[in-house]
């Protein structure tokens, strides 16, 4: 009797003791009952995202306003606007108060677009959860003007005669139009426009034919790439400009390559050759007469490779060359009034 009563006190006491303990395990809020964290801070949002412009006379700017909504308890910053190329942003609003809106206003250039197309522009803020915004504006773009050929490029060789590249141009729907003005590209070029003769029209095409002929003076044209375009303006009801895209390249008479005779640095044992071609690209054939060199100890020589057009340039630096710098001339002599003289540099260092 004794053990069976013990053994119910031991019982008794240890309910007493685990229930208050599975009592204070019921009553604790689990994590999910927990209530969420208050955030606070700018909270940006665009209105949308994506913006159909539908179809654009070539040549329209299209202009396009995206909103962002600040749905955040802090001011957003705009702090960067990054368009993509074609784009250009006009004006965006650097900062938006609490519950206000944001305009991001961006304006494209469809002179150079055809068809379908879409032009991204990316909006970075100080929202730590949308730092970066990606918006859209997709359009198609239709050409109401035609060009034919549709671009002028030019190779031709400074000094030479004149050259002329002539555009067709007409209107795609046959709608009446008059050009009402035309822009050259910067640098030697003129420009004119006229009504295109009978002879001269695009078989089928209806409507009014003129002729935009754009002219280089490669008396003056500097030697390098050209670049640019004819800015074309007209009274069509779809489309008020155009452009003709303008490329080329503009050669020298004499072509020389390289154009600096270099020896580099070295440290001379024994005579040293260097090479230096000379092309000519004129209509004429032009010879080299003379060669003289500033530096005593480089003798140089002409070799005719295609008598009158290609010559090669052999230079020999002496083994006798003083350690230093080489800082000197070649000077070339031709038969041209063109070009009477050529001056290569030389260069190099002695070890």
């Known amino acids: 009797m004794r053990v069976a009563a013990t053994s119910a006190v031991l019982a008794l006491l240890t309910l007493t003791a685990v229930a208050p303990a599975a009592v ?8 999910s009952t927990q209530a969420p964290a208050e955030t606070h801070g ?3 949002v665009p209105v949308e ?31 960067d606007v990054r ?25 494209i250039d469809s002179t150079n677009l055809f068809g379908a197309d879409v032009k991204k522009v990316t909006v970075l803020t100080n929202d730590p959860g949308n730092p970066q915004i990606d918006l859209s504006v997709k359009s198609i773009v239709r050409p109401y003007l035609n060009a034919e050929p549709g671009y002028a490029r030019f190779n031709v060789v400074q000094g030479e005669k004149s050259g002329t590249v002539t555009q067709a141009i007409w209107s795609e729907d046959g709608q009446p139009f008059h050009i009402v003005s035309v822009e050259a590209p910067e640098g030697p070029f003129t ?12 078989k089928d095409a209806k409507g009014p034919q003129y002729m935009v002929d754009l002219t280089i003076n490669d008396g003056v044209a500097p030697v390098g790439p050209i670049t640019g375009g004819v800015a074309i303006v007209t009274d069509h009801p779809k489309q008020k400009a155009m452009r ?15 154009q600096t005779a270099n020896f ?22 032009i010879q080299l007469t003379g060669i003289e060199s500033s530096l ?36 070339i002599t031709t038969d041209s009034p063109k070009v009477p003289t050529l001056e290569i540099p030389v260069i190099g260092t002695v070890i």
């Not at 204070?24 to 994590?31: E, Q």
């Open 24 to 31: 204070r395990a019921d009553t604790s809020p689990t994590p």
């Open 191 to 202: 420009v004119s426009y006229r009504e295109a003769t009978e002879a001269e029209r695009i």
């Open 83 to 107: 368009p993509s190329c074609g784009c250009t942003i006009a004006t965006y609003d650097k900062t938006v108060a609490p519950g206000k809106v944001g305009k991001v206003e961006v304006v």
């Open 42 to 44: 700018p909270k940006a």
């Open 264 to 285: 580099r640095k070295i440290e001379l044992k024994e005579p040293l050759q260097a090479n230096v071609l000379i092309k000519n690209y004129a209509t004429e054939k």
């Open 296 to 331: 005593p100890t480089v003798k140089a020589e002409i070799v005719p490779l295609e008598e009158g057009r290609r010559y090669q340039v052999k230079l020999i630096l002496g083994s006798d060359t003083p350690k230093g710098e080489l800082d000197g001339t070649l000077k």
């Open 49 to 79: 995202a994506v913006v159909d412009a539908g179809t654009v006379a070539k040549g329209e700017k299209i202009k396009t306003t995206f909103e962002i909504k600040n749905e955040g308890d802090q001011t957003l910053e705009i702090t």
């Open 244 to 258: 003709i895209p303008v490329s080329g390249f503009v050669r020298p008479i004499l072509a020389v390559t390289p």
